[in-house]
Structure formats: C-alpha cells, structure tokens
C-alpha cells in the first residue's frame, strides 16, 4: 500500500473509527482518519506489512485516551471471530475427510480424478493443432 500510496484499512480498524466517532464525534474521527492517511503518505515504500499496521495502531492508540478502550474491545472481538472462523474451518474438514474416508475405492478414484481435472487436461490436451504460424501459402 505504501509504494501505491494507498491507504489499506481492516473492517477492525474501520469499526474502531466508526466507534470512535460515536464517542468524540465526527470532526474527531475524521482528523484521525487524516493522520492516519497523512502517516501512510510519509511511510517510506515497504512490501513489510508489518511496518505499515504498526504505524497505524501506534498513531490511533496515541491519539486519543478514549481509543484504548473501543481498541480492546474491537481486538477482543477480532480474536473471537477468528477463533469462530478457525472452528468453522477445522469441521468443515473433519466433515470432508470422513467423507472421503467413507468412499469405495471406486469413488475415490473418480473423485481423485475429478479434482486434478484430468479429463478436462486430456480434452485440451488433443484440442491443440497447428495454428498454421510457419504455413508459407
């Protein structure tokens, strides 16, 4: 985002500032939301994230008292949703391996071919001909 100049902003980050503007009002949010756009800008051109997050939770933290309680909260609930997100992962693939481990050897096969596209492969594979580049008539 730094080498573009663009400003990259997580739905915690954007709900913290929405927060914010409940309890300060509008004009409060929006001069953060200026900082934060002018502290992108002088950030020196990265590809480490890393760097970028940092400057941006060090500004909103030191910008206001008021912000370090809606920041608990909004981590809190970051934390939670990914604790929610990873349990959601994790059955979804217990329910696909005891799918797969309840297969006949049949059904595996046909699924293992249908997963690495093997048809579609050999399809496009004798689709190919000579597209007549070197033809001379």
């Given at each position: 985002a730094?080498?573009?100049n ?25 001069e953060?939301?200026?900082k ?6 002088a ?31 909004e981590k809190?609930v ?15 693939l ?26 579609s ?14 033809t001379?008539?």
């Amino acid at each position: 985002a730094t080498t573009q100049n663009v400003c990259v902003f997580t739905y915690s980050h954007l709900a913290l500032l929405l927060s914010y503007s409940d309890v300060e009002g509008q004009a409060k949010a929006q001069e953060l939301l200026k900082k934060i756009f002018e502290t992108i800008q002088a950030l020196n051109p990265s590809k480490n994230a890393t760097d970028y997050w940092l400057a941006i939770n060090k500004l909103m933290l030191s910008f206001s008292k008021k912000i370090q309680p809606l920041w608990d909260i909004e981590k809190g609930v970051a934390t939670e949703s990914i604790a929610v997100s990873k349990d959601e992962a994790l059955t979804f693939l217990a329910q696909e391996r005891e799918k797969i481990m309840r297969m006949s050897h049949e059904e595996a096969l046909k699924e293992l071919i249908k997963v690495h596209k093997i048809e579609s492969r050999i399809e496009t594979i004798n689709a190919i001909a000579d597209n007549g580049l070197f033809t001379l008539k």
